[in-house]
């Protein structure tokens, strides 16, 4: 199984994007996904998370320009950011519940992304 991201980019302030986590590979699903992010120099920082149902809860500094959605068909959770600012320039990760079949059954394991670079100019 891989966690993938994708869609992160260098983008003008004002601008957006559609960054994506995607899992691939023998599963059955991917459930709670939390979106982290870090700048260089700083610590990682929890930006949203969404359960399976679809339920979302958002980091204060974040609320009203992301929006995180799912399409459970494709395995994929997506963050849409608005109005992006220079202060948003960081690599964002995925952190996601994927269920697959293991020798003990079918188990719930944690993956993380490699992570996507999202660069916001002046």
């Known amino acids: 199984v891989q966690l993938v991201e994708s869609g992160g980019g260098l983008v003008q302030a004002g601008g957006s994007l559609r960054p994506s986590c995607a899992a691939s590979g023998s599963l059955f699903s991917i459930n709670a996904t939390i979106w982290f992010r870090q700048a260089l120099g700083i610590q990682r920082e929890l930006v949203v998370g969404?359960?399976?149902?679809?339920?979302?809860n958002y980091a204060d500094p974040v609320t009203g320009r992301f929006t995180i959605s799912r399409d459970n068909a494709k395995n994929t959770v997506y963050l849409q950011i608005n109005s992006l600012k220079p202060e948003d320039t960081a690599v964002f990760y995925c952190?996601?519940?994927?269920?697959?079949?293991?020798?003990?059954?079918?188990?719930?394991?944690?993956?993380w992304g490699q992570g996507t670079q999202v660069t916001v100019f002046r």
């Open positions: 952190d996601a519940g994927v269920t697959i079949a293991t020798s003990g059954g079918v188990n719930v394991i944690n993956y």
């Open positions: 969404i359960t399976s149902g679809g339920h979302t």
